[in-house]
């Protein structure tokens, strides 16, 4: 007797096996068959369920990827302006603090009225540049969930025909 691993194997050969015994033949030429070619049909098989999971794979990723051109604008100018920060932020403490400093102390201003004012300076810009960078990943985070919601969304899709064409297929 023949019997498999595989539910959807097992169900073909037990089709396979009532088809032989509808043709009146002997049950050890068809029990020789099926044990002949079970291995060949397993492996049939498990490659078209393989094959189906594959095409739901290759489904899902281009949608994935289609999600993401649709949004690359936005994603670019996130970035872009992310990028920006940075390189604001770098400037201001390598260079425009500088310059700060040395304009008060060329216009003889007292050193601890001096430091005072570039520590609220600093304050003040850092403050202003956390800011910037908090609604920029605001914004990038609801990016990110609305393409992680339509990425939910097409697997689910997906997922709902995966199941409809299995219950189909049996």
């Not at 050890?28 to 095409?55: C, P, Y």
């Not at 281009?62 to 993401?68: D, E, R, T, V």
């Not at 339509?150 to 899709?157: D, L, R």
Request: charged share 30%; with cysteine; glycine share 2%.
């Amino acid at each position: 007797m023949v019997t498999s691993n595989n539910a959807n194997a097992s169900f073909s050969v037990d089709k396979i096996r009532n088809f032989l015994s509808e043709q009146n033949i002997p049950a050890d030429v068809s029990s020789k068959f099926l044990t002949a070619f079970s291995g060949e049909l397993e492996n049939f098989i498990d490659f078209e369920s393989l094959n189906k999971k594959l095409d739901l794979f290759y489904t899902f990723e281009k949608n994935y990827l289609m999600l993401i051109k649709e949004h690359k604008e936005e994603i670019k100018f996130v970035h872009s302006v992310q990028e920006d920060l940075r390189r604001e932020r770098s400037n201001f403490f390598t260079q425009i603090l500088k310059d700060a400093s040395e304009s008060l102390k060329k216009a003889e201003i007292d050193s601890k009225i001096a430091s005072s004012w570039l520590q609220e300076l600093v304050s003040c810009y850092t403050k202003s540049l956390n800011l910037s960078n908090e609604i920029v990943s605001t914004h990038s985070v609801d990016i990110i969930g609305e393409l992680r919601a339509k990425k939910s969304e097409v697997f689910n899709t997906l997922n709902s025909k995966e199941k409809s064409n299995a219950v189909a297929d049996d």
